[in-house]
């Protein structure tokens, strides 16, 4: 809520445009009615002309607005009937809100999208009887829709809703007449159509991965990386071990990215001979005076603008003083469209060099993105060698980081590194900012190339086995009549460890990721052939053909993982 004036709307019919655009639109009825004696104005300036008592029974925080002095009508326009005041939400939020509070017909909420912004203002406005209805209708809808029912209580910050949805999902996994099925069940009982088999249960995550698959990822949006973490790791231990909180504290800042008091640049680093000549504007209301040379010498963007600003404030103030400490107005002034705490860290890095490089993940990952979009080159190079770094030893972390500030490239390098590790159960703080849909299409990559791997690592080994058959078959009866045991080819390191290897890159339980042992010794010690004298051409042979495996594995998994593309928002 922003003011509360008096005010005259337009009259409006639906299909009959406004006859004044640049007066508000009237919402339809019953919010149009001579009787109301106050208006809520939404933010796409719809006027709903409500009833005091009414919205104060409703809402204990309208009841406590309305009971101040009201304002004299003297001094306000003599065509005004009511009181307005300005709320944040839009006209289909606040009329179905509105609906609920009045003794009038509901409208159903059944989109995801149409109930969180509504269940979000009640909340916000303490009405306890719309807050009461949404969340019994949400408990009641859950044992049908989990997913939803949980997306929306993460989404409203309802520890208790998204408990009860998580229940009934793990409900419907584990019982034996679940109506859900992985895809290739289902259509296997389409081809039987003669047998009726019992349904049998699946894992938590497995029948997560079908209701995503069903109601799509969409339903992620708007959620955090790290409430969906704990949703997973939840249904991964299921019910008797799960954590206790599913969702973040509301408000709470995240342990990489805290919310700090106003940064301040360390007056040692800004020189003040000569004085300082520049005044940067960030939205959040910091101000730092800054040389303008400095500016020039490391962003030519900001340096074009600063000429620009510079020639507007000269022909306004041709006589101007030079600025004083504490003259605002007197001095060069640019607005940038980056957080003071972020300004902060860039100048720190301009005046002092390297070594005010941040060492944290989330600040460094703010400044090499702000470097880079004012075309600070040597910032940028600095900064993006103190991050290779950072990235190298918390990979997970660096690429929610890398997402949240739009450093795409980053981001794919930094999703790289995650397959070289075990990502099921791993958390970092940065995905208390991140968002769910990052951390989904992650999850997706990580699958994705280990199928990938899996399946080149078999066609590779596949193609030197036939060599190796070919080649070995001349001594194959000889080593018949001799020995009890044939000579193992190259397949079996392929149907036993190769396979193993591929199922040790799992989302859904820990592994060692694509950090394969592909060496000659690993192959040989995982075969089961024994070497026979007889044999010994073929034995040599089948080293070979090891070697050869050996040797060209490492780059059939490079160029597995090349052909997966990270989808990134």
């Known amino acids: ?22 007066l508000p639109t009237v919402a339809p009825h019953p919010f149009n009615q001579a009787s109301a004696d106050i208006t809520l104005r939404t933010s796409d300036r719809v006027d709903f002309h409500v009833h005091s008592q009414i919205l104060s029974q409703a809402s204990p925080m309208f009841a406590d607005m309305l009971s101040l002095p009201q304002p004299s009508s003297a001094s306000q326009d003599t065509n005004a009937v009511r009181p307005v005041i300005d709320v944040a939400e839009d006209s289909k939020t606040l009329g179905r809100l509105l609906r609920l509070c009045y003794p009038i017909k509901k409208e159903s909420l059944d989109m995801l999208d149409d109930v969180v912004p509504v269940f979000q203002a009640a909340m916000k406005y303490d009405m306890e009887w719309p807050v009461s209805t949404l969340t019994a209708d949400l408990v009641s809808n859950a044992p049908r829709s989990p997913l939803r029912t949980w997306a929306v209580a993460s989404r409203c910050g309802m520890e208790d809703l998204a408990q009860k949805a998580v229940e009934s999902i793990l409900k419907k996994a584990t019982s034996p007449l679940s109506q859900f099925r992985i895809h290739w069940e289902e259509e296997e009982e389409k081809e039987e159509e003669d047998e009726d088999p019992i349904p049998t249960p699946i894992s938590p995550l497995s029948l997560l991965k079908t209701m995503l698959d069903e109601q799509g990822k969409e339903v992620l949006r ?44 360390q007056d040692a680093l800004i020189f003040s001979s000569p004085p300082p000549d ?75 060099g390297n070594a005010q490089l941040p060492s944290d993940c989330h600040a460094l990952g703010a400044v090499l993105a702000a470097a880079i979009r004012f075309g600070m ?47 099921a159960g791993k958390y970092v703080p940065a995905m208390e900012s991140g968002t769910a849909l990052a951390y989904h299409h992650l999850l997706e990559y990580y699958q994705t190339c280990a199928r990938t791997i899996d399946a080149r690592m078999k066609a590779a080994v596949a193609s030197r086995t036939s060599d190796f058959t070919r080649t070995v078959d001349q001594d194959r009866y000889a080593y018949g009549l001799s ?66 495996i050996s040797g060209e594995l490492p780059q059939v998994v490079a160029d597995a993982i090349a052909e997966v593309q990270l989808e990134i928002e």
């Open 1 to 22: 809520m922003a003011r509360r004036t008096k005010s005259k709307s337009n009259e409006a019919t639906p299909g009959n445009p406004s006859p004044d655009p640049s």
């Open 278 to 352: 520049t005044l940067l504007r960030c939205p959040d209301g910091l101000k730092i005076r800054v040389h303008a040379v400095i500016l020039l010498l490391h962003s030519p963007l900001l340096g074009e603008r600063l000429r620009a600003a510079t020639d507007s404030s000269a022909s306004l103030r041709p006589n101007r003083p030079a600025a004083t400490a504490d003259d605002d107005t007197e001095s060069v002034s640019l607005e940038v469209d980056i957080d003071g705490a972020t300004l902060s860290a860039l100048l720190a890095v301009v005046y002092g």
């Open 377 to 423: 080159a040597q910032v940028t190079e600095s900064a993006q060698g103190r991050w290779d770094s950072l990235s190298a030893t918390s990979p997970l972390e660096a690429y929610f980081v890398a997402v949240e500030h739009g450093l795409t490239a980053h981001a794919r390098l930094a999703a790289r590194k995650v397959l070289e590790r075990s990502i």
């Open 222 to 265: 708007g959620i955090s990386a790290a409430d969906y973490f704990r949703l997973r790791e939840y249904l991964r231990a299921g019910d008797g071990h799960a954590t206790t909180r599913l969702l973040s504290p509301p408000n709470s800042p995240s342990p990489s990215n805290p919310t700090p008091e106003r940064p301040a640049l």
């Open 483 to 548: 020995c009890s045991r044939s000579l193992q080819g190259p397949a079996y390191v392929a149907q036993t460890y190769l396979s193993s290897l591929g199922r040790t890159m799992d989302t859904d339980s820990p592994g060692v990721g694509c950090s394969f042992d592909l060496t000659l010794s690993a192959l040989l010690g995982k075969s089961s052939s024994v070497w026979p004298r007889c044999t010994a051409s073929g034995c040599q042979r089948y080293v070979e053909v090891l070697m050869k």
